[in-house]
């Protein structure tokens, strides 16, 4: 019975490990677009390459420095010709003008960003339709939109994706913006006033920033939840001790420096972005506000198709939103779980844990989000501690009474699990 009982920690521990890595990794690939803006407009309507062109020259003889951007429209069931056979690959093409490499994160299989204006890159499965092979295809020739392109780059992935760059002085409206404002965290409100400013038309503008933090918000549940397990045995231990005021001050130290670490771990203090504060938290209309900015930037994805860069983006926000809360179950099942730690104990699920924790980052080698956070890595460990030190303080400060006595410095959460 021991033994099976001891599998089923094991079994829960894995698919707690599992769901709160994914939940990061998840939300790490939201926060590649972090501080940026997203605007929009209606076919038919946009901004030109030529237009975004005189707009960066104006700024730039003004002595400002233009933030980081990239139009962005994107062509479907396009054919693409190589040079070997007639037949061409059916695939995705993502037009661009701008920081391309901030817009579109992906692995190179061989070769980069094309750094001229006749360079273009595809990904794996263009590649092997058309010549065969993904390795030795840089240099070679690709037909589209009636233009000769030079492949530069292969990226990972076979969903039929290439991406080319446009001439400045192309005037033809692209129907999608990206704007890096993360300098000053302006926001929406932020493009909205820098393309009236240069007279440029105001779209649809989704703040990215805005569901990134909140992704944030969803994958720090795990550690919030052990986070909160430590504070409120603190606080039950402070104020038991009200009263005996030396015992008080003898353990006062251990508690803070208990406190300290393991909010460290937990990544304390959280902060929120100022533009996501009211200046009264009474202000209805600020709250309606941006709950109705959370909707419209959820909507815009179902709205028209979305480009390869707005499904990455909401992949990895939908995937964080999906796993927080079961990460979260699952991890508090499992803290009331396990019995009280020991030297021993801590020793080994510590191992196992970061065991654990390896393979998952072994088997993700190959993605951009693969790296967990600090506090995956050592806020278990620094909670089983805690725990190990709260439990042998109160065994210190009441050695010669019997357990049901000394039970009363425990936590309520840690006396109920015992007498389960």
């Not at 056979?85 to 692995?107: K, N, Q, S």
């Not at 065991?355 to 600090?374: D, E, K």
Request: charged share 15%; with cysteine; aromatic share 14%.
């Amino acid at each position: 019975m021991r033994r099976l009982k001891q599998a089923g920690l094991c079994v829960l521990a894995l698919c707690t490990l599992l769901l709160w890595y994914s939940a990061e990794a998840a939300q790490k690939q939201a926060a590649w677009f972090d501080g940026s803006v997203s605007v929009r407009w209606e076919e038919g309507a946009g901004v030109s390459p030529c237009q975004i062109g005189r707009v960066l020259d104006w700024q730039r003889e003004d002595g400002g420095t233009p933030p980081p951007l990239a139009l962005w429209k994107t062509h479907e069931n396009q054919h693409l010709y190589g040079d070997l056979h007639p037949a061409p690959a059916a695939g995705e093409v993502l037009e661009y003008y701008g920081e391309i490499t901030r817009l579109l994160p992906c692995r190179f299989r061989s070769g980069f960003w094309p750094g001229d204006r006749q360079g273009c890159v595809i990904d794996e499965g263009i590649a092997y339709f058309l010549w065969g092979d993904a390795e030795d295809v840089l240099g070679r020739t690709l037909r589209w939109n009636e233009e000769t392109w030079y492949v530069r780059g292969v990226m990972e992935g076979t969903s039929g994706l290439a991406v080319f760059p446009a001439e400045e002085t192309n005037e033809t409206p692209f129907s999608g913006l990206w704007l890096d404002l993360s300098a000053d965290s302006s926001g929406s409100l932020g493009a909205e006033q820098l393309l009236q400013k240069y007279q440029l038309p105001v779209g649809t503008a989704t703040d990215l920033g805005l569901f990134v933090w909140l992704s944030g918000v969803m994958a720090a549940l795990p550690a919030v939840l052990l986070w909160g397990w430590i504070m409120l045995r603190i606080a039950v231990r402070l104020w038991r001790l009200r009263y005996t005021r030396m015992l008080l001050f003898l353990t006062l130290p251990m508690l803070a420096a208990g406190a300290a670490a393991v909010s460290w771990a937990a990544g304390f203090p959280w902060t929120v972005p100022e533009r996501f504060l009211p200046t009264r938290w009474s202000d209805g209309s600020f709250w309606s506000e941006l709950a109705s900015s959370v909707l419209d930037g959820v909507l815009t994805m179902f709205r028209t198709p979305p480009a390869p860069w707005e499904v990455v983006f909401w992949t990895g926000f939908f995937r964080c939103a999906a796993l927080a809360v079961p990460a979260g179950i699952f991890l508090w099942l499992t803290a009331r779980t396990l019995p009280r730690p020991t030297s021993k104990s801590i020793f080994w699920y510590s191992l196992i844990w970061w065991a654990g924790l390896l393979g998952a980052v072994w088997w993700n080698r190959g993605t951009l989000y693969g790296g967990p956070s600090i506090s995956v890595w050592v806020l278990p460990p620094v909670w089983m501690v805690s725990n190990w030190i709260l439990d042998r303080s109160a065994q210190w400060l009441m050695p010669k009474t019997n357990s049901d006595e000394r039970e009363m410095l425990y936590d309520p959460v840690e006396t109920e699990q015992e007498t389960l």
